[in-house]
């Protein structure tokens, strides 16, 4: 059983006059997960939001390392099973679906 107990996502934009810095830190513990989002640009004061999910909500969750390892095993299979639906974490570190 696999299982993500945490992950670090980093972007930086270098765009004149305010470089962008954007992270992702999501960090399992004992009662689900919780994302915390940091934007950070130019000399303005970061912005962070935090998001909890709870274990039953995340129960089948894909993250970006393991949506690339299902790619590999479809891609090599060469089928999609119908319906193949997970639960899933967008870009803005809200709980959403990853469809195949």
């Known amino acids: 059983q696999l299982e993500t107990l945490e992950q670090e996502e980093q ?4 765009t004149s ?3 962008t810095e954007k ?3 999501m960090v399992s513990h004992q009662n689900g997960m919780t994302v915390t989002k940091t934007l ?3 000399q303005a004061e970061p912005q962070c939001q935090s998001f909890s999910y709870s274990q039953a909500e995340l129960r089948g969750l894909l993250l970006e390392g393991t949506s690339l390892l299902l790619l590999r095993v479809l891609a090599r299979r060469q089928t999609v099973p119908p319906g193949l639906v997970f639960p899933a974490i967008n870009t803005e570190g809200h709980l959403c679906t990853s469809s195949y």
């Open 17 to 19: 006059p305010h470089p």
């Open 23 to 25: 992270s992702t830190h």
């Open 11 to 14: 972007e930086c934009l270098e």
């Open 40 to 42: 950070h640009e130019g």
